[in-house]
Protein backbone atom coordinates (compact mmCIF):
# COMPACT_ATOMS: atom_id res chain seq x y z
CA UNK A 1 0.00 0.00 0.00
CA UNK A 2 1.55 3.57 -0.83
CA UNK A 3 1.55 5.95 1.42
CA UNK A 4 -1.35 8.05 -0.19
CA UNK A 5 -3.40 4.98 -0.28
CA UNK A 6 -2.96 4.94 3.83
CA UNK A 7 -3.40 8.12 3.62
CA UNK A 8 -7.06 7.98 2.01
CA UNK A 9 -7.74 4.97 4.25
CA UNK A 10 -7.06 6.96 7.59
CA UNK A 11 -9.13 10.26 6.14
CA UNK A 12 -12.40 8.14 5.05
CA UNK A 13 -12.27 6.53 8.43
CA UNK A 14 -12.17 10.03 9.88
CA UNK A 15 -14.85 11.37 7.60
CA UNK A 16 -17.08 8.62 8.20
CA UNK A 17 -16.59 8.98 12.06
CA UNK A 18 -17.85 12.31 11.54
CA UNK A 19 -20.44 11.41 9.34
CA UNK A 20 -22.10 9.66 12.18
CA UNK A 21 -21.77 11.91 14.69
CA UNK A 22 -23.58 14.55 12.43
CA UNK A 23 -26.10 12.59 12.20
CA UNK A 24 -26.24 11.40 15.45
CA UNK A 25 -26.32 15.26 15.99
CA UNK A 26 -29.59 16.12 13.58
CA UNK A 27 -31.39 13.47 15.13
CA UNK A 28 -31.30 15.14 18.57
CA UNK A 29 -31.95 18.09 16.40
CA UNK A 30 -35.29 16.93 15.80
CA UNK A 31 -36.06 15.68 18.96
CA UNK A 32 -34.56 18.35 20.98
CA UNK A 33 -34.87 21.95 18.81
CA UNK A 34 -32.76 24.24 21.06
CA UNK A 35 -30.61 21.15 21.49
CA UNK A 36 -26.52 21.93 20.01
CA UNK A 37 -26.76 25.52 21.11
CA UNK A 38 -23.96 25.18 23.14
CA UNK A 39 -22.06 22.21 21.46
CA UNK A 40 -18.62 23.06 19.75
CA UNK A 41 -16.58 20.03 19.50
CA UNK A 42 -16.86 19.09 15.53
CA UNK A 43 -17.98 22.94 14.84
CA UNK A 44 -15.36 24.41 16.21
CA UNK A 45 -13.36 24.45 13.23
CA UNK A 46 -15.92 26.22 10.96
CA UNK A 47 -15.17 29.42 9.11
CA UNK A 48 -16.25 32.55 10.62
CA UNK A 49 -19.30 32.68 8.24
CA UNK A 50 -20.23 29.39 9.21
CA UNK A 51 -21.28 30.47 12.88
CA UNK A 52 -23.66 33.09 11.61
CA UNK A 53 -26.06 29.75 10.37
CA UNK A 54 -27.95 27.96 12.27
CA UNK A 55 -26.65 24.76 13.87
CA UNK A 56 -28.97 22.57 11.41
CA UNK A 57 -27.54 24.34 8.54
CA UNK A 58 -24.06 23.74 9.67
CA UNK A 59 -24.57 20.07 9.80
CA UNK A 60 -25.98 19.93 6.93
CA UNK A 61 -23.23 21.78 5.05
CA UNK A 62 -20.90 19.70 6.84
CA UNK A 63 -22.69 16.76 6.13
CA UNK A 64 -22.51 17.33 2.54
CA UNK A 65 -18.77 18.60 2.38
CA UNK A 66 -18.56 14.95 3.88
CA UNK A 67 -20.13 13.13 1.53
CA UNK A 68 -18.35 14.89 -1.22
CA UNK A 69 -15.21 14.14 0.53
CA UNK A 70 -15.80 10.21 0.38
CA UNK A 71 -17.05 10.09 -3.02
CA UNK A 72 -13.49 11.90 -4.07
CA UNK A 73 -12.08 9.47 -2.14
CA UNK A 74 -13.61 6.88 -4.13
CA UNK A 75 -12.82 8.24 -7.37
CA UNK A 76 -9.18 9.14 -6.65
CA UNK A 77 -9.55 12.82 -6.24
CA UNK A 78 -9.55 13.63 -2.93
CA UNK A 79 -7.32 15.58 -1.54
CA UNK A 80 -7.17 18.61 -4.29
CA UNK A 81 -8.47 21.77 -4.09
CA UNK A 82 -11.27 22.94 -6.17
CA UNK A 83 -10.36 25.79 -7.08
CA UNK A 84 -6.62 25.52 -8.07
CA UNK A 85 -6.30 22.12 -8.33
CA UNK A 86 -3.20 21.85 -6.45
CA UNK A 87 -2.82 19.21 -3.35
CA UNK A 88 -4.35 20.53 -0.20
CA UNK A 89 -1.90 19.90 2.89
CA UNK A 90 -1.80 17.04 4.65
CA UNK A 91 -1.85 18.84 7.93
CA UNK A 92 -4.86 20.74 7.66
CA UNK A 93 -7.00 17.91 5.86
CA UNK A 94 -6.46 15.54 9.19
CA UNK A 95 -7.80 18.93 11.20
CA UNK A 96 -10.75 18.86 8.20
CA UNK A 97 -11.02 15.94 6.48
CA UNK A 98 -14.02 17.69 4.45
CA UNK A 99 -11.65 20.22 3.41
CA UNK A 100 -12.23 21.21 -0.23
CA UNK A 101 -9.67 23.90 -0.64
CA UNK A 102 -6.28 24.10 0.17
CA UNK A 103 -5.30 27.02 2.89
CA UNK A 104 -4.21 29.75 0.06
CA UNK A 105 -7.63 29.71 -1.95
CA UNK A 106 -9.38 29.28 1.93
CA UNK A 107 -8.04 32.60 2.69
CA UNK A 108 -8.88 34.28 -0.48
CA UNK A 109 -12.67 33.27 -0.28
CA UNK A 110 -12.74 34.57 2.98
CA UNK A 111 -11.05 37.91 2.52
CA UNK A 112 -13.83 37.86 -0.45
CA UNK A 113 -16.13 36.98 1.90
CA UNK A 114 -15.96 39.53 4.29
CA UNK A 115 -15.79 42.29 1.92
CA UNK A 116 -18.97 41.56 0.02
CA UNK A 117 -20.80 41.83 3.59
CA UNK A 118 -19.40 45.09 4.01
ZN1 LIG B 1 -6.15 26.15 -3.77
Do not use: W
Not at 14 to 32: H, Q
Not at 98 to 106: E, G
Amino acid sequence: MTEDKKFFEKQKKALEKEKEKIEEKMKKLKKYPSYGEDEEDSLQEMEDFENNLSIENQLEYLSKKINRALKAIENGTYGKCSACKENIEHGRLKIMPYADLCVTCQGEQNKGRKRQSR
